[in-house]
């Protein structure tokens, strides 16, 4: 069992950055591949990011390469995204996700456990 809280969401200006965190609890965590997903308002959730458990493997929707960046650190059951350039159209819930296998990670029904989601809006 993974339990997930996400932080570090808030209100910033077109081209700011925020770094996101996921605090896991659960002894497990270092043997999950997690992820990254946004859901915005009217819309389906999407994949942003995903990480293997090691954090040697790394996966990034097309729209957010090169402006963001996930990362884990095992030792403090802890995941990240840092977001750089952020634009208005980021603006949506983002919610971290913890799964057994470093596979489909891109494919929201593929996750067995979510966070409750941390609110981003980028103003312009």
């Known amino acids: 069992q993974v339990q997930l809280v996400e932080s570090g969401g808030g209100l910033v200006q077109d081209g700011g950055s925020l770094r996101l965190s996921c605090a896991a609890s659960g002894r497990t965590f270092s043997r999950h591949a997690m992820g990254w997903f946004r859901q915005a308002p009217g819309k389906e959730r999407e994949f942003v990011a995903a990480i293997s458990w090691r954090g040697g493997s790394t996966y990034y929707a097309n729209f957010v390469k090169g402006r963001f960046i996930i990362s884990r650190d095992n030792a403090e059951n802890t995941m990240y995204l840092r977001m750089n350039s952020l634009k208005p159209e980021d603006t949506a819930v983002y919610y971290c996700?913890?799964?057994?296998?470093?596979?489909?990670?891109?494919?929201?029904?593929?996750?067995?456990?979510w966070g409750q989601g941390t609110q981003v809006t980028v103003s312009s």
């Open positions: 996700a913890a799964k057994s296998e470093y596979y489909n990670v891109d494919k929201v029904d593929a996750y067995d456990y």
